[in-house]
């Protein structure tokens, strides 16, 4: 018998969905998420500045772009106080990122770049000079393999500190949706150490491109880890994010956006899937836009279809769900993680881009979606681009902007430009 004084005992929490090593490595320098405006953005950047050795990088994160108020989201309002400063300023959908021009110089980006990743995109203006915006992995990655990067024990350390304090919130297990890098290795030689204080299930990713032989060795590291993880699935992008026009939407939003996914052959997806669920690996599926959630949906009916295996598939996000959809996940078997950090926080997912009216059409992370479709549900932060554990809330001022207006016949813009959007919390 312990007497604990009053202190209440509760069972402890799994989080469905985090990025240990990949927020470790994201949420480092200047921590941009306390600003509510360009002012203060402009603010903190100069003290930061104030700081740093000559030629120094400055790394920010956390950058809600709501701080813009309508304006394009860009580097310009910081041209002054980053002249010759080499920064990148991750924003907190953790899909994009903003990188000064002394940072794209560095990097030999002056304009734009065709990538495997469909939706990835330096963001031009209508002159074709970059703005500063990188949508997507590809993208960013052009800038930030230029700068200088931490020592593995740096990278091991900010790990060990980031699994600590999810501990300390009540967390004692989480699914780890990515596994680049070092990220096993890592795992490996904190558990051996006694230092790993959670149990995490991992997933490593597939991108588009994959062939045959990485699939192989996606399929072999099925089942491999320690004593408190273990490799148990793949995760995969259908698209990015509405927020910065990356996902993949049935009907583009009001800005003429969303209208792709991120494989460019969606049908490579599908072949992808079914080589996976033949092969008995259960697979994670980011899905943010209807038609994202569709085909993703499709192409697990599929492989179904094509050899019955007791293999239960995912949906990450699902921010946009329409109706006819919802009685598939329960007829499927795929399993529905969901953030309550950033839906309570945040109206219907798709009024600030996509001008449709705010309806359970639109918003599968209204109470009782999960128990209209009776499929199993997790609850998830996505860390780091949502709060961990997932029943923080933001603060109030990160709640979006007002509704943009749907346009009665939203036509596509040129691909040389980008306007502004109301952004939302989203996720990786």
């Not at 469909?118 to 963001?123: D, L, M, R, W, Y």
């Not at 209508?126 to 960013?140: F, K, M, S, V, Y």
């Not at 959809?325 to 309550?340: E, Q, W, Y």
Request: overall charge negative; some cysteine.
């Amino acid at each position: 018998m312990i007497d604990l004084k009053g202190a209440v005992v509760t069972p402890g929490l799994v989080d469905g969905h985090i990025h240990p090593v990949t927020g470790a490595e994201l949420t480092h320098g200047l921590d941009l998420s306390g600003c509510e405006n360009v002012e203060h953005v402009r603010a903190a950047l100069a003290r930061e500045v104030r700081g740093l050795a000559p030629g120094a990088w400055l790394h920010g994160w956390g950058l809600d772009p709501n701080v813009f108020a309508g304006a394009p989201v860009e580097t310009a309002p910081f041209d002054a106080v980053l002249d010759g400063v080499p920064a990148l300023l991750l924003l907190f959908d953790a899909h994009s990122m903003l990188a000064s021009r002394r940072a794209l110089e560095l990097a030999g980006v002056d304009g734009p770049r065709t990538f495997d990743q469909a939706t990835a995109e330096v963001v031009c203006d209508a002159e074709g000079r970059p703005t500063g915006l990188l949508l997507e992995d590809a993208a960013c990655a052009l800038v930030e393999r230029v700068a200088p990067q931490p020592t593995r024990d740096e990278r091991r350390d900010r790990l060990a500190a980031v699994l600590r304090a999810m501990a300390a919130t009540g967390l004692t297990g989480g699914h780890a949706m990515d596994a680049n890098g070092d990220s096993l290795p890592f795992y490996a030689e904190l558990d051996a150490a006694g230092d790993l204080p959670l149990r995490l299930r991992v997933a490593p990713w597939c991108q588009p491109g994959t062939d045959a032989e990485g699939l192989r060795a996606l399929v072999a590291q099925q089942g491999t880890g320690g004593r408190l993880w273990r490799t148990d699935g793949v995760k995969i992008f259908m698209d990015g994010t509405i927020d910065n026009g990356t996902a993949w939407l049935e009907h583009p939003d009001c800005h003429g956006e969303s209208r792709h996914a991120f494989w460019p052959d969606p049908e490579e997806y599908t072949r992808v899937v079914g080589e996976l669920h033949r092969a008995g690996v259960p697979i994670a599926t980011h899905a943010i836009g209807d038609a994202a959630v569709r085909h993703v949906l499709d192409a697990v009916e599929k492989a179904q279809a094509e050899e019955s295996r007791p293999v239960r598939h995912r949906i990450e996000h699902i921010e946009t769900v329409p109706d006819d959809t919802l009685r598939r996940f329960a007829d499927l078997g795929v399993i529905a993680p969901c953030s309550p950090p950033t839906a309570a926080t945040s109206p219907a997912p798709t009024t600030p881009t996509t001008g449709r009216a705010a309806s359970a059409r639109s918003a599968p992370h209204a109470p009782g979606a999960a128990a209209t479709c009776t499929t199993p549900a997790l609850s998830s932060s996505s860390a780091p681009t949502g709060p961990s554990p997932p029943t923080r809330r933001r603060p109030s001022w990160q709640e979006p902007a007002t509704a943009v207006p749907a346009a009665t016949s939203p036509g596509p813009r040129t691909a040389r430009t980008r306007h502004s959007r109301p952004w939302r919390p989203s996720r990786a």
